[in-house]
């Protein structure tokens, strides 16, 4: 597999050169299937982290991050899977769709993903602190990813 790290969301993407496929789904780091109605998404995700050694727990809302890391909001969605958005220094939150934007889908600023027109049908999963993604690109290496 061909991993390819996005730099803004810290999101990573593989092309499969057997099959074409695009994009890595949580659990895949580690081997643990994601369920079909991503009732272990946190899971995998968690998993995924201790595999990959970076940083991946839950965060109250409001929370501060440790150094160095940054907040995410998760949400699942039956038609397109897991969306992202992150919290952006300024306190403001950004997503990458097509490309990175900090607006919904009414052209509003995302002061709060919660409150955000996502356009979908979309589940709310949890606020999580994320770190430490920049040293996946070495530990990929050493993991089993086929």
Known sequence: MNIIKDPRTGKYFSTNEKTGKHGLNPG????????????????????DAEKMAYTFKPIDENAKCGEGNYKVALYVSKKFGD?????????????????VS???????IIYNPREANAGL???FMGFFEVGGTDKIGN???QSKLK
């Open 28 to 47: 895949d780091f580690s081997g643990t299937k994601l369920n079909d109605d991503f009732s272990n998404i946190i899971g995998c995700c968690i998993t």
């Open 83 to 99: 969306l992202w958005y992150r919290q952006n220094p300024d306190g403001t939150w950004s997503y990458k769709d097509v490309g």
């Open 102 to 108: 900090d607006r919904d889908y009414d052209g509003d």
């Open 121 to 123: 049908d979309v589940k």
């Open 139 to 141: 530990n990929l290496n």
